[in-house]
C-alpha cells in the first residue's frame, strides 16, 4: 500500500503529460493543412492580374488605326464628274450646279470675300486665242503679266493660267469686279478641241481653294 501511494502521483504526471502532448500534435498538424490550404490561392491571382495589364495597353493600340482610317476617309473624300469626254474627281463639299448653262459642269466654291465658279467645258479655237481673250478681260495693275506653266494630266501636258486684277466678264448686268483672280486649265482633248476648266472669283476665294483647284485638273482622265 504505501509503494502504491509513492508511485500514484508519478503516474498521474506522466498520463497528464500525455494527454498535453496529444491535444498539442492535432493543433499543429492543423496549422500546417491551414498554409497549404491558404498559400495556392495567391498564385492563380498574380498571372490574372499580368494578363489586366497586358490586355489594356492592347486595347490602346488597337483603337489608333481607327482613329487613322476615319481621318484618311475625310481627306480623300471626292465625287465622281463624269462629262462627255473626260472625268475628274472633285472635293465632296464642292457644290455642283444642276444643269449649267452654256457649259458642261459647273461648281459653286464658296468663301469669305464671295463665291467663286469653276467651269467645265470643251471647245475649239485654239489654246493662244482663248488665252488672249481671257487676258482682255483683265485690267491688270502695271507691272502685271498672266503667268503660266505646265501640268501633266493623265499624260496630257496641260496649260495652266493664272490672271489677276479687275474682271470684266462681260456678261449682262455684270460689272467690273476689283481683286479678281481666273485660274484656268486647258487640257488637250482632240487635234481641234481642248477642254477648259476655268475658276473665276475674288482673289481671297481662289487662293483658299488653290490646292484643291489644282488637284481637281489633275484627276482629270480622258475617254
Known sequence: MLLHARFLPVATLCVAAL???????????????????TAPSLEPETPQAAASE????????????????????????????????MTFAAPADWNREANPFFVEAKFILPGEDGD???TIMPAGGGK?????????????????????????????????VDIRGTFNSGRPGKGPAENYRMLAFIIPFSASDDYFVKAT???????????????????????
Open 201 to 223: 472669283g475674288p482673289q481671297g476665294t481662289i487662293a483658299a481653294h488653290e490646292d484643291a483647284i489644282v488637284k481637281f485638273a489633275k484627276t482629270g482622265k480622258l475617254k
Open 128 to 160: 493662244q486665242a482663248n488665252i488672249d481673250r481671257w487676258i482682255g478681260q483683265f485690267k491688270m495693275a502695271d507691272g502685271d503679266e498672266p503667268a503660266m506653266s505646265e501640268i501633266d494630266v493623265d499624260s496630257k501636258t496641260a496649260t495652266m
Open 116 to 118: 467663286a465658279e469653276l
Open 54 to 85: 497586358t490586355a489594356e495597353p492592347a486595347k490602346e493600340e488597337a483603337a489608333a488605326p481607327k482613329t487613322d482610317a476615319a481621318d484618311s476617309n475625310e481627306t480623300t473624300s471626292t465625287a465622281n464628274v463624269d462629262l462627255k469626254g
Open 19 to 37: 494527454i498535453c502532448v496529444g491535444c498539442g500534435e492535432p493543433a499543429q498538424t492543423g496549422s500546417a493543412t491551414e498554409k497549404l490550404n
